[in-house]
């Protein structure tokens, strides 16, 4: 059974303060490593997409990276927008719509 | 404007009835998911579409039913056999990767509380 734990389950930075979440898994052949964002109310917003151990992605202030077990979100100098949930999930298996699972997410705060 | 939508955003039900909760998107996208998000927990599975007039259970499908009709449509029933449907409802659609993942992309949700 896959499984995705993600960690600290809620995180407070002050504006400027960098830091990184933890995204820890067991899969059976991953196909796929995905990163997203929720506001509050709203839809996940996809951020990444991840498949090889070592592979790393930047948007903005926003850094992921993979190994073969885990996977960080780096945040640099964050902004009280960057105050979200972060969500990771993956995705196993060779055939295509395959599903994802979720973790349970990190709620970040950033303070002004 | 590619994207996909929900309706309605916010939905009331009475115990007993059953509620339909719309999903449908103009990305062209093969895949179609419906998940359930509860308070302070991750995204559970709850029905998935690969391809039109074919869909498959996930993981927490007991209480719920689905269609898929069209390409573009993938419309969820909250039957009244559902024990505790108040939550929010996620739709995401994608299409297949070339030779890589599949990513999913989110619509707006849909909250439905019982009264």
């Known amino acids: 059974e896959d499984q995705v734990t993600q960690s600290p389950e809620a995180l407070r930075l002050q504006e400027g303060e960098s830091s990184s979440l933890n995204c820890s898994y067991t899969?059976?052949?991953?196909?796929?490593l995905f990163w997203y964002r929720q506001d509050p109310g709203k839809g996940p917003e996809f951020l990444f997409t991840?498949?090889?151990a070592g592979e790393e992605k930047e948007k903005e202030r926003l850094k992921a990276t993979l190994t073969k077990k885990e996977s960080f979100l780096h945040i640099t100098a964050p902004k009280p927008e960057d105050s979200a949930t972060y969500l990771c999930?993956?995705?196993?298996?060779?055939?295509?719509?395959?599903?994802?699972?979720f973790g349970e997410g990190t709620q970040l705060t950033v303070n002004p | 404007d590619g994207g996909i939508t929900q309706s309605p955003k916010y939905l009331f039900r009475k115990e007993g009835q059953n509620v339909t909760l719309s999903c449908e998107q103009n990305?062209?996208?093969?895949?179609m998911y419906w998940y359930r998000q509860d308070p302070g927990q991750g995204l559970r599975l709850i029905y998935y579409?690969?391809?039109?007039?074919?869909?498959q259970k996930g993981d927490i499908a007991e209480g719920y039913s689905v269609s898929r009709e069209k390409k573009e449509s993938f419309p969820l029933t909250v039957t009244s056999a559902q024990k505790n449907p108040t939550a929010f409802y996620l739709c995401?659609?994608?299409?297949?990767?070339?030779?890589?993942?599949?990513?999913?992309?989110f619509g707006p949700g849909t909250r439905l509380t019982v009264l």
């Open positions: 995401a659609s994608s299409t297949p990767g070339l030779g890589g993942p599949d990513t999913q992309y």
């Open positions: 999930a993956v995705q196993a298996g060779e055939t295509s719509g395959s599903r994802l699972t």
């Open positions: 991840l498949y090889s």
């Open positions: 899969v059976s052949g991953l196909r796929g």
């Open positions: 579409s690969q391809i039109v007039n074919d869909f």
């Open positions: 990305l062209n996208h093969d895949a």
